[in-house]
């Protein structure tokens, strides 16, 4: 009896194409895109971090220090913008030039070596000391920590006769025979360290933020999300918003589906319907229904979690209408593609969700490999994300959406266009 | 049925039309016309061709040959599809909307508006006896409900010619009888109508004319009363049940001019009468006569003898 019955379902199973590539196929995909993001299948281990450096002392200890960094593998220096066609030969970044790039996102970070580091390398001692400044994108909180921690380890491996030469020097200013008086010096020295720990525990990070974190003085500015009251909840909203948005798309067009298999498919196109009628109905009706849904996510991120939505009106609502419009065609073309409902569930299940995963809806696309960074551009997720990012976080005019726009409305007009050839064979037997 | 077949006035010519789904005939170059003001019945078991004639009249099937045309114009055309309203064997409703809301749905899609439309609907809700339930969501609704609702679908432009796709499939009694009305509401005022069905009963009810399908060919056209004559003449119907062995019952059935399957000896007699012979030859052969039937052939006879098999089977 037992065995007739574990039978029956396993034939069951294999004869049931949707819920055999849920059960089978899609944990091997997912697993598949987290072994490949958290670098189960990259040797080289962490993913590099991009790093804008600005050399503003122009002396041979800093270019010592630019080329330390240069060979560390953990990141990806910039010291000027990618060549353009109209500008092939761009000039090295400067403290403006970097912050704007920041701004933009085409870097997380930027390190600007300052004035005077040469001279005075060490971040103690007697007399005032150069503070690096690095800029940063908080929707990384990943990148300036790493950043910062790097150009620490950098100096000390890049440089360890400069630092012994500062650490004789100041030694030297000190010792002679260690007077009453270099004693003293010394003392107050370890006393002001310890004064420093003290205020360091009792601050939890806020004095590294204040200079006081290693070797060199480093300095953290937030160039982006510093005046932003909810940091990182637009990214979460557009995250997480544009993956239901995908399965409410899909859910909705799947009543063409049904609508197939009741026969009111049928009786419409004998009326006075024709397909691309029915499809745009059908397409109207997905994208409005993902826009409120976007709307709806947004106002309760307004509501609750203080996320600035009035103030980008203009931009959320270019950038809910594209995305909507994107993912409306999306469900067009799995519903037209598809069979029957079980098979269009199967495939958007999988489809949505390993979208989701490359796309950086569930986790950031800047914690991925270079691979799946340019896989994810592939997705809706990405593009929508990016936009979204722009609009709430970079407070970019709308103008600068074009790209993304651009993306999202030309292949929702692709898909759409798919949908249509493929929805001919519900036209005529 | 008619000679001026591409009249601009006869509801529907189909000519020589044939249709096949990769290696299965659903229809052998079939030919009919259907008179204005008529029922006319489509006749045959499941898998004869019935729906997909149907479906190839409301233009949804392809013909590989042949035409359909209806009112004079090609099948699928916009001013063919405005004379009909079909309604598909299928309940080709929305479940969640209510009978309003699903008139008023089919009622857009075949074009109307406004106060054409609220009138249409009304009509509808009250011809099929839904008034009461028009606020009500369709799986609210029993089994026979559905069924007028989806007549009402198909009717709500008023069409000229309607075809129904086995409409009284799964309802019981009371509600086939009730679409039985509503079919014969439609007759009286004048719509054209195609009913197609496997249930004798229903055509010899509802059609003045019958075509019957099998294996994608129409084996016998006419009126009840021509497609009886033309099968038997004025003879009448004898079926003697026997529970003797069978290959004693075949034997004596096929000596005395009839056949015998499952021990019943059916013959066609030409008078009431020759029915006592019949049984005094049984009790001369020594078989044991359990019941007798006597009638005046119907459709059922008619397929019997066309196809050597039951309706149903």
Known sequence: ???????????????????????????????????????????????R??????????????????????????????????????????????????????????????ILIPEGFGEHPIAFGPGSRPTFVILHDSSDPIAAQVASGLLQKVVMTSLPDILAFSGAKYLGRVSGGLTSEQRKLIADDLTRLRNYVQRRDRQGGQAAAHGMNGIVAVKLRDVVGASKRSPMIAFYAAGIGVMFLLFTASGAAG???????????????????????????????????????LVLMFLWGWAVFHLELFSHIPGFVVMTAATAFAVASFGMVLASLSRSRPQQAAISTLLILVMSAVGGSMFPRFLMPELMKKIGLFTFNAWAIDGYTKVFWRDEPVTSLVPQVSVLVGSGIVLFVVARLLARRWETA | MTDSAHAPGIPLHVESLSKRFGDVIALAGISLDVRARTCFGLLGPNGAGKSTLIRSIVGRVRPDSGTVTLYGEAANSPAARTSIGWVPQDL??????????????????????????????????????????????VKTLSGGMRRRLNLAAGVIHRPRLVLLDEPTVGVDPQSRNRIFDMVSELRAQGTTIIYTTHYMEEAERLCDYIAILDHARVIALGTKDELITQSFGGRYDAAIQLSSAAPATEEWARSNGGACKDGIARFSIARPLEIAALLESAERAGL????????????????????GRELRE
Request: charged fraction near 20%.
């Open chain 1, 255 to 293: 009543s063409l589906i049904e609508e197939h298999e009741s026969g009111a498919l049928d009786r419409m196109l004998s009326a006075r319907v024709s397909m691309t009628t029915l499809l745009a109905g059908k397409m109207l009706y997905c994208w409005l229904l993902a826009f409120f849904q």
């Open chain 2, 288 to 307: 044991d006569v359990v019941d007798v039937i006597l009638r005046r052939p119907n459709l059922e006879s008619v397929f019997l003898h066309l196809t």
């Open chain 1, 49 to 110: 971090v991009s790093v804008i450096v600005v050399d503003q002392d122009h002396s041979q200890v800093s270019a010592r220090l630019v080329r330390g960094l240069e060979e560390e593998p953990s990141l990806k220096v910039m010291t000027q913008p990618a060549p353009q066609d109209s500008n092939p030969h761009p000039a090295p970044f400067t403290a403006v030039s970097a912050e704007s790039a920041v701004r933009q996102g085409d870097a997380p970070a930027a």
């Open chain 2, 92 to 137: 080709a409703l929305y479940p969640l909307l209510t009978c309003r809301e699903n008139l008023h749905a089919f009622g857009r899609y075949q074009g109307l508006a406004g106060g054409p439309l609220r009138d249409a609907i009304a009509w509808c809700l009250e011809w099929a006896g839904l008034a009461d339930r028009s606020g009500s969501t």
């Open chain 1, 1 to 47: 009896m037992i065995p007739t019955i574990v039978r029956n379902g396993f034939l069951a199973l294999r004869r049931d194409r949707g819920a055999f590539i849920l059960t089978f196929v899609l944990p091997v995909a997912f697993f598949s895109i987290f072994a490949l993001v958290f670098g189960g299948m990259d040797t080289s281990g962490t993913p």
